[in-house]
DNA sequence: CTGAAAGCGCTTACAG
DNA sequence: CTGAAAGCGCTTACAG
């Protein structure tokens, strides 16, 4: 029995400087620094927001004051007189996905360097969920979500919270100052079907998202819309032969697509996932079907998430440049929340795809 | 050129009911109800707080008038008197991971219900990091970080503030009143390696996570202490050799289990996983060096995500039950934040793994 | 240059 | 049973 690695991982149990709780650090209040330095709350409150010319030695008192005392300003209390709460809600469809995954955590990253919080939630369909968002709690709201209803959307945008929107699908009829990004979706679905047919596939299959409600994605869904419009384009066929939609889990998209097969009698050779997700489903399904990925069927995915590096064959996929967007999506709500009023029309942002080839195409 | 696909998703563009921005909703605040009403401010908090007889009447006037103008209480307003925030916070380390994208989209299903908003944020590294967190916004904290250095845990368990901790790790030496959600990860570790044993594996490596600070786990880590633990139980070498860690990208990684291999000699029989991903990494690399798998190298993970399935051989995993672990975060620190003071030690919940089995051992 | 005071929108102890 | 009033912890217009 060796012993040797407990040197290699350091033992650390802390001991506590002051082991009793200190209470004090829920109650100091800007009183308490105004006694402790002297001087009237008023002062520390400008020293604190830095918005008033304030005495030097003054300042540094109260600036020892705080540090003295550990004070931290109560957030409530400042939003509450009209200052910011520095929370940004964050509406997504998807949490459990990587490419949420990927983009809360760049958003994280630069929100707290920038101060504020991230409030994540999913887009509850119930009535209520507007109104509670709207609490002035938030002082901006970023909508990643294909299935916020665009009434509720342009109710946000019609009072004066800062929004902005990832185009998730086609926001071009919400009016007001909002900020929209675009993230390239609809030019990389194009993308992704030219690239099948350039590969010589003519018979594609778009299989769309899997959700417990069975939702089907809106025509207006920019990556559905890229699909049909550059098959269009291409003189392919677009109809219902062409889609798998409002699956509610993986054993309903997987036997869907071998009714599509056998029942239907539709030999597709070309797989377009809406994600990565379904479209691995896909090349499994087909798989099992005893079809060759790619000598039968092409498979091409969207995210480019960890999983496509490890099928086999390893999966083409869409990347979305979620490091990009997330600063986008912070630096424009961020110019939202400081200077709303500068803007009189809806501020736009693009971002590019780009499609990171592999062997199953 | 087929069309009739466009029947299939239904063109919704909305009309909008009131097209004007309805300012009015931001503005009204108790005394326009009381005003629409008839009532006295206070009738319409004991309406809405439910916590004092009103008058029948009276109390259905005031409900009118709060759907007629469509009020909405002022979340901070009501913070700042002592009321709730409703806002918990949750602190991970792996923001991007499929296991924090399933365990917190469990976590908002069930916070929504219950009137709460979920705030993410990473585990920050720096000074500012606890004082930030602690500015009487949350009403509870869930700590879901293996970083988090355990004297800032201490300090804001000493405080009031609702705390409830994911054992990652050994959290043991934190006393006070918190929760404390045991996950299972130890006894599913040692699972691990009871499965390889049993598959007569005797020469395993643990494969640390990927950290972009080449941080490396703890001794106290439950994964790791796990391996180790049931390692030295079968007799088996438990040494430097038998992990990798302090790797900060996948490259890191790949290149580290080849030196293992060619340099250091070393012929593992057995890769057990941090996490699927990791495990994953190994798998490839393995094969990359002219093993294969099961039959030279079994390979099991840890979290059961999506991509075990999508991968050759498919990987076995220890499965979290995120679903659980959610629920019973979310009724900890509810009943931690309604009773506190009727806590007086720490409260623990106690969950299970499960080993999901599949052919890469 | 600086401080006393009003007020943000609520809740609830208190006095009728 | 009910309302006027104090106060939560801040910010800032206002008056010196």
Chains 1, 2 share one sequence.
């Not at 496509?308 to 990009?324: D, G, N, T, V």
Request: net charge neutral; charged share 30%.
């Amino acid at each position: 029995m060796y012993t040797g690695v407990y040197t290699l991982f350091i033992l650390h149990f802390p001991e506590f400087e002051d082991p009793m709780p200190d209470k004090t650090l829920k109650t100091i209040t800007r009183a308490d620094i105004a006694k402790e330095a002297r001087v009237s709350e008023t002062v520390v409150s400008y020293v604190i927001n830095g918005n008033r010319y304030v005495n030097g030695e003054k300042r540094q008192r109260v600036e020892e004051a705080i540090a003295k005392l550990k004070y931290r300003p109560n957030a409530m209390a400042r939003a509450l007189k009209g200052k910011k709460s520095n929370h940004i809600l964050f509406v997504a469809d998807d949490i459990q996905g990587e490419y949420f995954g990927k983009l809360i955590s760049e958003i994280d990253t630069f929100a707290y360097k920038e101060g504020y919080f991230i409030t994540l939630c999913a887009d509850h369909k119930d009535e209520d969920f507007v109104d509670r968002i709207y609490s002035r709690f938030f002082d901006g709201i970023v909508i990643g979500s294909a299935n916020f209803p665009l009434k509720q959307i342009q109710r946000l945008v019609n009072s004066d919270i800062p929004i902005v929107l990832l185009e998730i699908r086609d926001y071009s009829s919400i009016t007001g100052v909002y900020g929209l990004i675009n993230t390239g979706l609809y030019r990389g679905a194009r993308n992704c079907v030219r690239c099948l047919y350039d590969r010589g596939r003519r018979n594609l299959l778009f299989l769309d998202r899997i959700s417990k409600e069975g939702q089907r994605s809106d025509r207006d869904d920019w990556r559905l819309k890229g699909f049909f419009d550059q098959s269009l384009e291409y003189g392919l066929p677009v109809t219902e032969r062409n889609v798998i939609a409002g699956c509610r889990n993986e054993s309903e998209l997987t036997e869907a697509i071998r009714a599509k097969v056998q029942d239907e009698g539709y030999i597709f050779d070309g797989i377009f996932g809406r994600n990565d997700h379904m479209a691995l489903l896909g090349m499994e399904a087909v798989k099992t079907l005893g079809f060759a990925v790619p000598r039968d069927i092409s498979v091409i995915g969207f995210d480019n998430s960890r999983m496509c590096r490890f099928a086999s064959p390893k999966l083409s996929s869409m990347e979305i440049q979620q490091k990009s967007i997330g600063e986008a999506i912070m630096k424009m709500i961020i110019s939202l929340i400081d200077n709303r009023s500068s803007f009189t029309s809806r501020i736009e942002e693009h971002l590019e795809t780009q499609l990171i080839m592999r062997s199953s195409i």
